[in-house]
């Protein structure tokens, strides 16, 4: 066998292996789980979760995904506890303990200072009646037959087990919540996800001295001038309550160049398009991207309306930069 066809057949193998072992957890599916899962939605306090090496991996990890999906959550190592980071722990908290062989001292060690803190127990083990399991106030068993290793010892399919029983425990935990598109956004502004989510036309227009407002009687050269100065590549011609008259791009003012022979005496009303596509400024910026591409024109800017007035310009480019693609 070739070593590229060895390395797929490994490849292959392995993963076969480490899902498998998923697959028989979640067909046992133990009450440990299932209470863990109620104890953490009737919690007042927060969830710690607490390990050292791959597992204590798999526990910052879990902390992460419960932060992210409605429950406030930290990771506590598990020998930074016991010199002076159990100060994090409070009474009501739920303290998750992560090790496989259930046999961690430090782990051990934790438990007077936790049960005198007042905080509750859960043990995500691979040995439930190991010592910290005996000592833990629940057990969550993610027990595998064997590690995807050759060798049966470096944590591998362990440690898959652990993180996916982690994932099903703060997934379920979501879903009782009611934890929504929405309520993730809020905790994921500054990505792709929070920002389709939340940002709105009005966070993305242009508004003051980038937006190019005149009158209908401005001169070519003033509107020229106006556009330049707001580098907005566009104008939005208003009347003397700042309802939009019309509106004039770069395409209009080509074509008037292009089509008349004394360009420079025109007016802002000369060259101006009145049927203008104009938007809210309440509109996600997600729809108004949509808006833009399902429009029957080529076009790169929009006037905002808001109350019958011009407040802003949505330009394409801008929405592009936002980070909502």
Not at 3 to 28: K, N, P
Not at 218 to 231: F, H, P, S, V, Y
Not at 245 to 259: C, E, K, Q
Request: glycine letters at 10%; proline letters at 3%; aromatic letters at 4%.
């Amino acid at each position: 066998m070739s070593s590229e066809l060895a390395t797929r057949e490994a490849l292959g193998r392995i993963l076969r292996q480490e899902a498998a072992a998923v697959v028989a957890m979640a067909d046992r599916n133990g009450d440990g789980a299932v209470q863990a899962v109620a104890w953490i939605l009737g919690s007042t306090g927060r969830v710690i979760t607490c390990g050292l090496g791959k597992s204590g991996h798999i526990a910052r990890k879990t902390a992460g995904t419960l932060s992210s999906t409605g429950t406030p959550s930290l990771f506590l190592h598990a020998v930074e506890a016991l010199h002076g980071d159990l100060g994090m722990v409070a009474r009501g908290d739920i303290v998750l303990m992560y090790t496989y062989s259930g046999e961690s001292d430090d782990l051990m060690r934790l438990f007077p200072a936790l049960q005198a803190i007042g905080a509750r127990t859960i043990a995500i083990t691979g040995r439930p009646d190991s010592s910290v399991g005996r000592q833990a106030d629940l057990v969550v068993n993610v027990a595998v037959e064997r590690e995807a290793c050759p060798n049966n010892l470096a944590p591998t399919t362990s440690t898959t087990a652990m993180l996916a029983m982690s994932d099903a425990i703060a997934v379920a935990v979501m879903e009782q919540r009611g934890f929504g598109k929405e309520d993730y956004a809020r905790f994921h502004p500054a990505g792709a996800l929070g920002k389709r989510l939340l940002l709105t036309v009005r966070d993305v227009m242009r508004t003051g001295d980038d937006l190019a407002l005149v009158a209908p009687d401005t001169a070519l050269t003033d509107l020229l001038q106006t556009i330049t100065r707001a580098g907005a590549g566009a104008a939005c011609v208003v009347s003397a309550d700042g309802a939009l008259a019309g509106f004039v791009s770069d395409g209009d003012l080509r074509r008037h160049f292009l089509t008349t022979d004394r360009p420079a005496d025109a007016h802002a009303h000369d060259l101006m398009s009145q049927h203008v596509t104009t938007i809210g400024p309440e509109l996600l910026a997600v729809d108004a991207l949509e808006a833009f591409q399902n429009h029957p024109r080529k076009i790169g800017e929009m006037p905002v309306i808001e109350d019958g007035r011009v407040v802003g310009l949505l330009v394409l480019k801008d929405l592009l930069r936002s980070g909502i693609v």
